[in-house]
């Protein structure tokens, strides 16, 4: 589609970037505004509207409220505040409590109040049901947002939110209005029924109500049957036993993919089909389809209304989500060009959806799901045509000819043959459309992922079909809806297929954003140019965008990465990676790398949201082992995370954790060996010769280990390379600590990672004493709770002359070294 035809995309585009601008100013732009209005009068034509645009998307962000991530003013986050505000969100349900979004109007802390407009996430614990959708609240609790971390591929600070230990601290000021009593009605209503038939087709079941199954450990194999255990496949065994069907309706119905195991949805994000469980266009168009087709009777304005009206009931169920905010405003553009006869044009909808949106909730513009959503549709809208004419260029004069049988056959094939090429352009569209703003968050991409969209959206089509069938069914009858659970189940196991085989077979590419963010949109302008002839710029440009942002790409560009022909061998590196209140050290010789532990969240992916792009800005793309020390959250899950997106050689682990689910499943890692390890073996990575200090081998092999143990048993490993080595303790704890200086009281190292973040139940005397060291390392989180590093443990580190370096201050610490040579130091604050 041309834009000549879609007047309306360049003010559209202008008020996007003026919102999106007016966001990260922190003084009023309404001179800047005028000035451009001005401007804009003087020029005329797209310039003008385009400055015009520009102009109301800066005023829009000036009068609005404030953006989410602004920092709250004279707020001391360690201190209990009152907000009062209305919730414009439905509720999530989490496991400790509820979360919803809240849209402020005053801040008040002691004396000081703060009118302040924006909108923050709101946690509420405990069981009890939540306020409903639309409600004015004045709420106590703590202000606070998760803290960022300072790798070469920095990851800001979370979204504000508001935490409510109890109900209690929760008062009703004002109901909800009247359409948001009935969304909430609604919503409640398909909840029960969705609930109600789970429990009837499955009386004695381990699922709750909320379709969340129990996590079972998966069958561990004997470790007595050797050192080497083979990775289970994925998708098999217990998992394979458990039921996913309800989870399916409620990620495909009402947008809620939690119930969902992680692991798949993790193999969707690393396909290129997370937005498979997005609710979207698709949704929007099938709710109406399907009023169209059952109200065929009807005159057929009244038709259009009516399928309207059904879009419009799917919002209030869903909520305003910014894919379901765009997909039924240009549903509504659509049906009102329908019903004064005249032909929808999908590149007006979306401008003029897109802009609307933006010039009323100017805050919107900041999040990924209206960036995401706005781009994949304009790719779709604009760029796919333009794909399609370039890939069936010369069909036409094909298709013309004799009459012949042979003739029409060919134009058969030549049907089938362009329906197959209208959808590749559609998929490659969006993907290419939507790149600029997804990978420098998920700093993934798959080569697969047009060829598997092919596929993936007819079948989600059908199994969203199904899902509002039977989410209807069960409104009506619960115990029939329940007999049909089997075919539900049946139905969400191919979302499960693309967690299966590891990252290479599906065509995941990992990537630094910089680059391939660059290399997209070279991708983009030049595929838009309609010229055949300049087509031939495609290759030069994308070459030159990745040179380009690649040689400026975080871990590409220190000299030691890349010596020189004849220089010497690259140094040794130790990296001590901020994962916040975990560990995660990157041990590297040239391209082989290890990593021992992963840092990790009780909930959500922290391997791809936080450990993937900082191994990317160290230049990782591929892992020959991992180390688990021990199964805690803040250790194991980042690497069982990670290990989808990367290549991984090998998984070392302790033997006393088998049986762990953690544990199994990254033992399981599908393309890796599975090792255990204990006190006396010996591994090498290139120059770097690992040695395991602890655990002994167990006496009672397969026992399960009790959570207290965890730490007293981590895994120790002596790291040398190069002449110099390291003592990495994991959590270890004082008894652990004896145990090592028990076999071998004189370690002498010159490096120290400081056991289980400095608590005060590390790093004793005597352990000091065996080691020796001139450099400790402490990886802990800013601000936490715990008080990591103990003051002891600080003060008899600097009694025994030990320098510290820590990543809740430094951030990432990078050590290198040559053997002979000096040992360097590199922080985030100073660059290589």
Not at 38 to 52: C, D, F, I, T, V
Not at 391 to 407: Q, Y
């Amino acid at each position: 589609m041309d834009l000549r035809a879609a007047p309306a995309a360049l003010p559209a585009l202008g008020i996007l970037a003026g919102a999106a601008l007016g966001l990260r100013l922190e003084w009023l732009p309404v001179p800047l505004a005028v000035a451009l209005l001005a401007a804009a009068m003087a020029l005329g034509g797209g310039s003008g509207r385009l400055l015009a645009g520009l102009a109301a998307g800066l005023l829009a962000a000036a009068i609005g409220p404030d953006p989410p991530d602004r920092r709250w003013p004279g707020i001391d986050p360690g201190r209990p505040v009152a907000v009062t505000g209305e919730v414009v969100e439905p509720w999530r349900r989490l496991e400790w409590g509820w979360r919803s979004e809240l849209r402020t109007d005053l801040l008040s802390q002691g004396r000081a109040v703060l009118a302040q407009r924006r909108r923050l996430a709101i946690e509420l614990a405990g069981e009890e049901p939540p306020p409903p959708l639309g409600s004015r609240l004045r709420a106590h609790g703590y202000l606070g947002r998760p803290a960022g971390y300072a790798n070469r591929i920095a990851v800001a600070p979370g979204p504000w939110r508001l935490r409510i230990k109890t109900r209690r601290l929760l008062d009703v000021t004002a109901p909800p209005g009247t359409l948001d009593e009935a969304s909430g009605w609604l919503r409640a209503r398909v909840e029960e029924a969705l609930a109600a038939a789970e429990a009837a087709g499955r009386p004695g079941s381990a699922h709750g109500s909320r379709g969340r199954p129990e996590r079972s450990a998966s069958t561990a194999a004997d470790p007595t049957a050797g050192r080497t255990r083979s990775p289970n496949p994925v998708g098999g065994g217990a998992e394979a036993a458990l039921r996913h069907g309800p989870a399916l309706v409620r990620a495909l119905v009402l947008g809620e993919p939690s119930g969902l195991p992680p692991r798949w949805r993790r193999g969707l994000r690393r396909t290129g089909l997370a937005h498979l469980l997005a609710v979207s266009g698709l949704h929007a168009g099938l709710v109406a389809g399907v009023i169209l087709v059952v109200a065929a009777p009807l005159p057929r304005p009244l038709r259009i209304v009516l399928a309207l009206v059904a879009v419009a009931a799917y919002l209030a169920l869903v909520g305003p989500r910014p894919s379901m905010l765009r997909a039924s405003g240009m549903a509504l553009i659509a049906g009102v060009a329908l019903l004064a006869r005249r032909g929808p044009a999908s590149g007006n909808a979306l401008a003029v959806v897109a802009g609307g949106l933006a010039l009323a909730r100017p805050e919107l513009v900041a999040e990924l799901g209206f960036r995401l959503t706005v781009a994949a549709t304009a790719g779709i809208v604009f760029l796919a045509p333009r794909l399609e004419s370039a890939w069936t260029a010369g069909e036409g004069e094909r298709d013309r000819g004799a009459h012949t049988p042979a003739a029409h056959r060919e134009r058969r094939r030549g049907g089938a043959f362009r329906w197959l090429t209208r959808g590749a352009a559609a998929t490659v569209g969006a993907q290419l459309a939507s790149l600029p703003f997804a990978l420098p968050v998920f700093h993934l991409t798959s080569w697969a992922a047009p060829l598997l969209n092919l596929v993936a959206v007819p079948y989600t089509a059908l199994a969203l079909a199904i899902c509002l069938g039977w989410t209807a069914l069960a409104l009506l009858s619960p115990a029939t809806a329940g007999a049909l659970l089997p075919l539900l189940d049946a139905l969400a196991l191919p979302f499960g297929w693309p967690a299966a085989g590891p990252p290479a077979a599906w065509g995941v590419i990992a990537s630094a954003a910089p680059a391939a963010a660059c290399a997209a949109l070279a991708v983009v302008a030049a595929a838009w140019l309609p010229a055949p002839r300049r087509r031939l710029w495609l290759l030069p440009a994308v070459a030159a965008a990745a040179w380009w942002c690649g040689a400026a790409a975080p871990g590409t560009g220190s000299p030691a990465d890349h010596p020189p022909v004849g220089a010497l061998r690259p140094p040794v590196s130790l990296t001590l990676l901020d994962v916040g209140q975990g560990d995660a050290i990157l041990l590297r010789d040239g391209g082989r790398t290890l990593l021992v532990d992963g840092g990790g969240w009780r909930h959500g992916d922290f391997g791809g949201r936080v450990l993937l792009p900082a191994l990317l800005g160290e230049g990782v793309r591929r892992l020959d082992a991992v180390v688990l020390t021990h199964p805690d959250s803040d250790h194991c899950h980042g690497l069982e995370q990670v290990a989808s997106y990367l290549p991984v050689g090998e998984v070392w682990l302790a033997p006393q954790w088998a049986g762990d689910r953690c544990a199994d499943a990254l033992a399981a890692t599908p393309g890796a060996r599975a090792l255990h390890l204990a006190a006396g073996g010996r591994r090498r990575v290139g120059r770097w010769r690992l040695s395991v200090l602890h655990p002994a081998w167990p006496r009672a092999p397969g026992r399960a280990v009790a959570s207290r143990d965890h730490n007293r048993l981590s895994l120790v490993l002596l790291a040398e390379a190069a002449g110099r080595c390291a003592v990495l303790t994991g959590d270890l704890d004082r008894a652990g600590e004896r145990a090592v200086v028990a076999r071998d009281p004189d370690l002498g190292c010159d490096l120290l990672k400081v056991g289980h973040h400095g608590s005060k139940t590390s790093t004793g005397p005597e352990l000091l004493a065996a080691v020796r060291p001139r450099l400790a390392l402490v990886s802990a989180g800013r601000g936490n709770p715990y008080g990591h590093p103990a003051g002891e443990v600080v003060a008899r580190l600097e009694r025994s002359g030990v320098i510290l370096l820590r990543t809740d201050r430094q951030g990432l610490v990078r050590l290198e070294w040559r053997a002979g040579g000096p040992l360097r130091i590199l922080t985030p604050a100073a660059p290589p």
